[in-house]
Structures are given as structure tokens and as C-alpha cells.
């Protein structure tokens, strides 16, 4: 069974960058479809972003022109860039299968503030 383990949060001013990464073991996710998801408190998780096998990539509305989603299949890893960061960005940040194709565990997410 795949772990995730998801790192890189923290805390930023508006308008600053931070890089997420997900990093699998157990099991290589180079043939999955990936999506990174965020959960702001009181609100449902969302999906933010999504990269296919062959590197087809996929955003929310509200992050487009803004996140990046990427992949290294070598390194078994996904990435998330996110530039020009808002006071609504502020979540826990997760990484799964894409919808429809979620592993059965996820893992502990990694927090983004983002301080206006």
C-alpha cells in the first residue's frame, strides 16, 4: 500500500511562493493519475490540481495562473508550486489519486498560512 507523505507548508506573506511536495513509497504512482486536494477549516477538501501519468495537468478555477502541479516519476514524487499565494489559499494541503482513483490512505497533509 502506497504512503504519502506531504511537506513544504508554512507560513507566508500574500503574494509569496511555496512549494509542495509529495513523496510516495511503498509502491511507485507512476502510472497514476495525481491530485493535490486542500481542506480550509470548516470546509469540505477541494480539489486543487490534477496531473495525468503523461504529465496533462488540470487546475480549480480559483488557482489557475497561479499553482503549478507537477511530477518526477524517477523520484516517485509530485510537486505543487504555488505563486501569488492569497489569504484564501490558507488550508491543509494533501496529495491522492485524482478523483476516481484515490489510494485508500491518505496522508497527514501539510498546513499553508498565508498572512494578509
Known amino acids: 500500500q502506497v504512503q504519502l507523505v506531504e511537506s513544504g507548508g508554512g507560513l507566508v506573506q500574500a503574494g509569496g511562493s511555496l512549494r509542495l511536495s509529495c513523496a510516495a513509497s511503498?509502491?511507485?504512482?507512476?502510472?497514476?493519475?495525481m491530485g493535490w486536494y486542500r481542506q480550509a477549516p470548516g470546509k469540505q477538501r477541494e480539489l486543487v490540481a490534477t496531473i495525468s501519468s503523461g504529465g496533462r495537468t488540470n487546475y480549480a478555477d480559483s488557482v489557475k495562473g497561479r499553482f503549478t502541479i507537477s511530477r518526477d516519476n524517477l523520484k516517485n514524487t509530485v510537486y505543487l508550486q504555488m505563486n501569488s499565494l492569497k489569504s484564501e489559499d490558507t488550508a491543509v494541503y494533501y496529495c491522492n489519486g485524482s478523483p476516481g482513483e484515490y489510494y485508500s490512505t491518505w496522508g497527514q497533509g501539510t498546513q499553508v498560512t498565508v498572512s494578509s
Open positions: 511503498r509502491s511507485s504512482i507512476s502510472g497514476r493519475p
